[in-house]
């Protein structure tokens, strides 16, 4: 296979779960793309070194990770990482979907803002993506109980999000008809 | 599937105690079930729906291929053909370089037409008879010059002297026209 094509195949394929990720992270559409962008020409500048990757999804994970994390650091500015995510994708749904959207949009934000970046990580790869703990754990170079116990903590934030969003009314549905 | 069973996952959820297995399965009983539930397991079964929602709504476009494959794979063959370029320049360069290198000494090897000045610095004598022989030369360029520097001066004095003594006769003529009047 050429280069080109596992370029394409390995990597390339794997654009969505990387900027979802950097979505997360970084809460803008724009740097997000910037991340995923600089993460895949990265990617395909270290072709030398591809024979060596055992899983190049966990190594593809960690390029992104790391570029969110510098990306993160040089900017220093809490208060825009205070910042509520961008709803920029809500306006294609109907009403009643938005409504539900809203509401779990803001448990995400919640139980986010109170994860340190490896828990994070962690949430985002479970919940988001959906990746076995055993798959976690080789993305991040973590024990598995590791990944158990910080998503036991993420876990935690997000039943309490869910009790005050839908017990208290802090996130009241709107009705957008 | 029984309530009780998703009660029973529902905890297990929260304590991260359900296997991968375990916990597909209890997604896929939540959505099927959703309608008819209640509490925690409604809320949680919005929850998965909103994150598959996520993965859908949050993804890039072919667009986004174009341009990373213009950024990486197409950059490296215009690279590719660029590098082309430099390496034929260079060979042209050195080749260039390698004909003037044998060429020189070549042309330096031909013998010349004007008189050589042959390198005297490895015989002290034959070096001063030459320094000799050349000041020498200079001494009689010099002393010809000086001859015809003579001449001109006597050429010089010969025209002051004609002029002051046309100088005198015009003068001795006006005077001679003033007595007559």
């Known amino acids: 296979m050429s280069e080109e094509n596992y370029f394409k195949n390995t990597f390339l394929s794997q654009k969505n779960k990387l900027y979802r990720f950097a979505y997360f992270f970084l809460k803008g559409e724009d740097e997000a793309k910037d991340a995923t962008q600089e993460a895949l020409i990265k990617i395909w500048d270290k072709r030398e070194e591809w024979h060596k990757v055992e899983n190049p999804d966990a190594w593809s994970m960690q390029i992104i990770k790391n570029n969110c994390l510098d990306r993160l650091r040089k900017k220093k500015t809490a208060q825009k990482h205070q910042q509520l995510m961008e709803l920029t994708h809500s306006t294609h749904q109907n009403p009643g979907t938005i409504s539900i959207w809203q509401d779990q949009w803001q448990i995400l934000q919640q139980v986010m803002e109170q994860l340190s970046e490896k828990q994070k990580t962690v949430f985002i790869l479970r919940e988001i993506e959906g990746n076995s703990y055993q798959e976690i754990a080789e993305l991040l170079e973590i024990s598995e109980a590791q990944v158990k116990s910080d998503l036991f903590r993420s876990r935690k934030f997000l039943r309490e999000a869910m009790l005050k969003v839908n017990n208290y009314g802090i996130g009241t549905t709107k009705t957008m008809a | 599937m029984a309530s009780e069973q998703l009660k029973q996952w529902l905890e297990q959820y929260w304590q991260g105690e359900l296997n991968h297995v375990e916990e597909m399965q209890f ?114 360029m010099m002393n010809n010059g000086k001859e015809h520097l003579n001449s001109l001066q006597l050429f010089q004095v010969a025209q002051d002297k004609i002029q002051n003594t046309l100088k005198q006769e015009k003068s001795k003529q006006k005077e001679d026209i003033k007595n007559k009047i």
């Open chain 2, 27 to 140: 997604r896929s009983e939540l959505k099927i079930n959703k309608a008819s539930l209640t509490g925690e397991l409604k809320s949680l079964a919005e929850w998965f729906e909103a994150n598959e929602n996520v993965k859908q709504e949050i993804s890039l476009g072919d667009d986004f291929d174009e341009m990373v494959l213009n950024s990486t794979v197409r950059k490296n063959i215009s690279m590719g053909n660029w590098s082309w370029w430099k390496i034929a320049a260079s060979i042209l360069i050195i080749i260039s370089l390698g004909y003037m290198a044998w060429l020189l000494p070549q042309q330096n090897s031909k013998p010349k037409n004007v008189a050589e000045i042959t390198n005297t610095q490895e015989d002290p004598e034959k070096a001063f008879e030459e320094t000799k022989a050349t000041l020498l030369l200079m001494a009689n």
